[in-house]
């Protein structure tokens, strides 16, 4: 599936990386990440877990790489990543898919970001994601239809999803099967849509919120839609 995945995103790629506005961050120290498939990743469609974050906070990777050097920073899985990183985010990501697959849940899972290009720490400002728009969309899309995953995850707020959200569903905000509050406290909530036979669950960023309830809501909507 790695494979497949790397061979239906590379002219996607090798444009980005191409266009002015994405090589001369190179002087910036901008990193580039491409996503990551566990090499148990199901092959049948609707049996996978797609999860994304808004964009890689430091990777490997820099902009200035070909693709194929992007591409292979990423074929040992997530373990490597996970060992540096004990960000919030993969915390809850753990908490939810572990309920499927244990400890060793980054090995049967896929993980992406919405934007692949980003400073070596932080978000994109807005220039850099209007510059990498066009690619990244086409690159969403292709992840999606190359992963056929029964469930996307996507851990970045409202806010950051909705544009892809729009964009999958043909230019059209489609309306969610359900919202459900899941701190009542701060009002931190998820929407369920489905697009195809795609769930797509969009819900918050992890960082200082309370994990247990979070994965709890989101492993209800699996449950409710398995």
Not at 124 to 150: M, R
Not at 152 to 162: E, H, I, N, R, S
Not at 183 to 192: I, M, P, Q
């Amino acid at each position: 599936m790695k494979e497949k995945l790397k061979d239906v995103l590379r002219e996607i790629y090798q444009r980005m990386l191409e266009d002015n506005r994405i090589s001369e961050l190179a002087k910036e120290n901008y990193c580039c990440m491409a996503p990551v498939v566990g090499k148990n990743y199901p092959k049948e469609q609707g049996n996978g877990f797609l999860f994304f974050g808004r964009a890689t906070n430091g990777w490997e990777a820099g902009v200035n790489y070909t693709f194929d050097d992007i591409y292979n920073t990423q074929l040992d899985g997530l373990y490597t990543y996970i060992g540096k990183n004990k960000s919030a985010f993969l915390r809850v990501a753990g908490k939810v898919f572990s309920e499927y697959y244990g400890d060793d849940w980054f090995n049967n899972v896929a993980y992406s970001n919405l934007y692949k290009v980003a400073p070596n720490g932080g978000n994109p400002k807005d220039s850099v994601c209007d510059a990498q728009w066009k690619y990244v969309t086409e690159i969403f899309k292709k992840e999606i239809e190359t992963l056929l995953p029964k469930f996307v995850v996507l851990f970045t707020g409202k806010c950051w999803a909705d544009d892809f959200i729009w964009y999958i569903n043909g230019n059209a905000m489609p309306q969610p099967l359900e919202t459900i509050i899941w701190d009542e406290d701060y009002g931190y909530s998820l929407s369920v849509y489905k697009i195809g036979e795609v769930y797509y669950l969009v819900s918050e960023h992890p960082e200082r919120k309370k994990e247990y309830l979070h994965a709890e809501a989101i492993l209800s909507v699996f449950e409710k839609y398995k």
